[in-house]
């Protein structure tokens, strides 16, 4: 009976769940970019606005809005950034880009360590796509370290390629978050 009571009591805490809420800063978040080249590696930076991110482990269900400065985006190079804003990102027209997650696919350990893929919607340069990005977490009741990690294929998502016929460029820009955050239970 005992036994028969503790699965009951354990299914019914998991159907009601906590949520938690990461609170993401232009403070606490560093955004890192790849752009591979024939000669090169080019990198660099973009800011973010602001986010949030709220999950359920017990569901996977995933909800929030991160917002990413495209106008901060940098490379180290003044004449490369201009090129950068003004015909591939055209950072004028769409000075934002916004993740809306849905949902984590594996277990997300409150506290512990978790490796997940966290799901949403993309929106950059004025259209939204899908997008799963890998998450490395760890987490502790009120705070969580993370880093995530995704690619941009940019041309086939309708962004201008840069290439010419002295330059050759990857069709895909590698993108790495990173976030030391309060994390909050509701």
């Known amino acids: 009976m005992r036994t028969a009571l503790a699965i009951l009591l354990?299914?019914?805490?998991?159907?009601?769940g906590a949520q938690y809420t990461l609170d993401l800063t232009p403070a606490n978040t560093k955004i890192d970019w790849t752009l591979s080249d024939v000669?090169?590696?080019?990198?660099?930076?973009?800011?973010?606005?602001?986010?949030t991110v709220t999950v359920d482990p017990a569901t996977?269900?995933?909800?929030?809005r991160i917002v990413v400065d495209v106008a901060s985006g940098e490379s180290g190079s003044g004449t490369r950034d201009r090129r950068m804003h003004t015909n591939v990102l055209e950072s004028r027209k769409y000075p934002d880009a916004v993740f809306v997650p849905d949902h984590i696919e594996?277990?997300?350990a409150i506290p512990g360590t978790s490796d997940?893929?966290?799901h949403g919607t993309f929106t950059?340069?004025?259209?939204?796509?899908?997008?799963?990005m890998d998450a490395k977490?760890?987490?502790t009741d009120?705070?969580?370290?993370a880093t995530l990690t995704f690619d941009i294929p940019y041309v086939a998502w309708g962004m201008k390629d840069p290439s010419n016929f002295l330059l050759k460029v990857g069709k895909t820009v590698s993108m790495k978050v990173e976030t030391s955050a309060p994390l909050t239970k509701q």
Do not use: P, R, Y
């Open 116 to 118: 997940v893929k966290l």
């Open 60 to 64: 996977g269900k995933a909800s929030g």
């Open 124 to 132: 950059i340069h004025g259209a939204s796509h899908e997008l799963n």
């Open 10 to 16: 354990a299914c019914s805490a998991s159907a009601f």
């Open 106 to 108: 594996g277990k997300l």
């Open 39 to 51: 000669l090169h590696t080019v990198q660099g930076t973009f800011k973010l606005k602001s986010g």
């Open 137 to 139: 977490t760890d987490a």
């Open 142 to 145: 009120s705070s969580m370290k």
